[in-house]
């Protein structure tokens, strides 16, 4: 399995592996988006379309965190954009067994920017047509979330646009299952994700995943460099 395909494939368990998150994010929108309207074959429309914009949001993060990654290697031969995201990750996963809540204080930063985009999320409640639901999804995109921002924070890593934008699709493809099952099934799926077990288990593919990251970083093509 090739490095760009690898990445690809662990970019939709990172959106997979944080469902939990999703649900407590996005899935009192979901829900009114599905209560909003009533033939169902429109509320499919509604919820789909908000889908498409919230992670075509992601995907648009992407290719900017692309575009960063790789200006940032003409700076500094240092690769400190790839350290912060392996660190992100171990973040990420001591966030979701509740060992340590750092990532709050991240998302209270976002909390920020979200501050201005939300009450223009406001104006588009309640959703009255197909517009509306796909830039509702657009904007929510934005919702400030520690989940989204390590999978940014490791878009960078690729250093490259187009594998970047390629990373947060796949991740917000991830994320799918959990925010379509948002509306009924949404309490049980919550309360099974929420079951230690299930939490520490997410955790630890996370951690392992940033611990990873920063090893190969600083062991594995060092070694390779020694080698050679």
């Not at 909003?36 to 075509?56: C, D, H, M, P």
């Not at 790839?82 to 809540?101: D, V």
């Not at 979200?114 to 406001?122: E, M, R, T, Y």
Request: charged share 10%; glycine share 12%; proline share 4%.
């Amino acid at each position: 399995m090739s490095y760009e395909t690898t990445t690809l494939v662990g970019a939709f368990i990172l959106g997979l592996m944080g469902a939990s998150h999703c649900i407590g994010m996005c899935g009192g929108i979901i829900s009114s988006l599905s209560l909003a309207t009533q033939e169902s074959s429109k509320k499919w429309a509604n919820v789909s379309l908000y889908q498409f914009g919230r992670i075509a949001s992601y995907t648009i993060f992407g290719i900017i965190a692309g575009w960063l990654g790789s200006q940032s290697e003409n700076i500094t031969p240092l690769p400190i954009l790839k350290t912060l995201s392996g660190a992100l990750l171990i973040l990420m996963g001591l966030y979701i067994s509740r060992m340590w809540m750092g990532l709050t204080y991240l998302e209270k930063v976002g909390k920020l920017l979200w501050d201005k985009i939300s009450p223009l999320s406001k104006k588009l409640l309640p959703v009255e047509n197909s517009g509306q639901a796909l830039l509702l999804g657009g904007l929510w995109g934005w919702l400030p979330c520690g989940l989204v921002y390590t999978a940014v924070g490791y878009a960078i890593t690729a250093s490259d646009p187009v594998l970047s934008g390629l990373f947060m699709l796949n991740f917000g493809l991830g994320t799918l299952p959990a925010t379509l099952l948002a509306g009924a099934a949404s309490l049980s799926l919550k309360r099974w994700l929420n079951k230690t077990p299930v939490r520490m288990v997410s955790a630890l593919v996370f951690i392992v995943l940033g611990v990873w990251t920063i090893y190969s970083l600083y062991f594995t093509s060092g070694m390779a460099h020694h080698h050679h």
